[in-house]
């Protein structure tokens, strides 16, 4: 009977990563899918096909970025984006996803610096990533310190730190072990 048990325990935990991952990749392919996809359902009736969506997304972000680089159509990109920065509540809303999604993609981009924060009081360290050098922008009581984002252990929520220099230490290592090793709790490792 306990190999009965072991047999399936094993069978579980090598089938619900596969499960898992396989039913993420065909939620977010959809989703994808269904941006323009659902649109073009209207248009193609019986001619659709799966991924077209996907496809259409691709060429109109492309399109997109190739009109945000030339100057009269920049120039009305910059003019809209100036103005959903100027509208109450959607500036605020509007300059988190903005800022987010460059700090990601952009040119600049944040959590590419893994560091290793120490709390001497209490002799805990934690993993995170540096989100911004100078924070004194928001006050200067935050003369010397760095802003760490540390993410939460199998969340994608996290807290923002604003850590002395000198309880920070730059580790070599790369964002995206640091990350996986941080949200599996420890679990995963290279």
Known sequence: MKAIAKYFINGILTALPIILVFYVLVKVFDFLDSILGDTLKNYMK??????????????????????????????????????????????????????????????????????????????????????????????????????VYIPQTFQIAGFTFLVPRANITVLDIKPEDAMKFILSGGVASK
């Open 46 to 147: 019986n001619d659709y096909i799966p991924g077209i969506g996907i496809l259409a997304t691709i060429v109109l972000l492309i399109i997109l970025g190739w009109l945000s680089s030339q100057y009269i159509s920049g120039r009305f990109i910059s003019l809209l984006d100036s103005a959903l920065e100027r509208i109450p509540l959607v500036k605020t809303l509007y300059s988190v996803i903005k800022d987010t999604f460059q700090s990601l993609l952009g040119e600049k981009r944040s959590f590419s610096t893994v560091v290793l924060v120490e709390m001497p009081e209490n002799g805990l360290k934690s993993i995170g990533f540096i989100t911004t050098d100078n924070p004194e922008v928001l006050s200067e009581a935050f003369m010397g310190h760095v802003a």
